[in-house]
């Protein structure tokens, strides 16, 4: 189950976006919020896979809330304005839901998520057998891909090209979603762009980290992070 909250102060758009959850499979409601300030409570409380974030909150707009989170679920922005729209392509959202809110626009939506989670889905129904690899979606076909085989991961808006010295793959999913699934010891997330396997790292100078056939950046907020992998700070 695709677990999601509702943060949105109007009882109305609580209710439709209810409503419209209730009609589907594969997503469990698990919190409605009034404001960041709950929202924030919940997400610290449980997991927490998809947010309907409406942008016009009482005391912290929507779009704050969401520069606030280090780790942010994936994020379906909603609202009644629509001049919000270009000021939200700053981040790596799923979609943006014009108020009020039609079921055919909503199963839109939901279908664009169901479809770039599938892999992960079926990558952890296969973890309980084997955590040496993952299935990866691409071009209507399941791909195993060995962890081992995997030298970085670049991200490009709702897309993957996953990097081998064999073959590359392009695959329908967020960096967030693929980095919740890697194993935390073989891959670190170097930029908002590069996820990177560990053990395919040649050399780190600077804001750069070297790997076979690539030199990846390294970004502002995630050099802390690099510099304890190798056992020092910048």
């Known amino acids: 189950m695709i677990k999601c909250i509702i943060v949105e102060d109007e009882i109305l758009a ?3 976006i209810q409503s419209h959850l209730q009609k589907v499979e594969r997503f469990e409601l698990v919190g409605i919020c009034n404001n960041a300030l709950e929202a924030k409570e919940v997400l610290d409380k449980q997991e927490v896979d998809l947010i309907f974030l409406d942008i016009q909150l009482p005391g912290m707009t929507g779009l704050n809330f969401l520069r606030s989170l280090t780790n942010p679920p994936l994020v379906v922005l909603t609202t009644a304005y629509a001049e919000y729209a270009l000021e939200s392509y700053e981040f790596n959202v799923i979609d943006y839901l014009l108020k009020p809110i039609s079921f055919e626009r909503f199963s839109k939506t939901v279908n664009k998520i169901v479809d770039g989670r599938l892999f992960t889905q079926v990558a952890k129904e296969k973890d309980s057998l084997s955590g040496d690899h993952i299935f990866i979606k691409s071009n209507s076909k399941f791909f195993k891909v060995n962890f081992s085989e995997i030298i970085y991961i670049e991200g490009m808006k709702d897309y993957l090209k996953i990097h081998t010295a064999e073959y590359k793959l392009v695959t329908h999913q967020t960096m967030n979603d693929m980095e919740k699934i890697l194993p935390v010891k073989q891959f670190i997330r170097v930029h908002k762009s590069y996820i990177i396997a560990v053990t395919h790292i040649k050399s780190i100078y600077g804001n750069s980290v070297e ?24």
């Open 211 to 234: 790997m076979e056939k690539a030199t990846i950046p390294i970004g502002v907020n995630y050099k802390d992070k690099v510099m304890n992998l190798i056992g020092r700070k910048s």
């Open 14 to 16: 609580q209710n439709v």
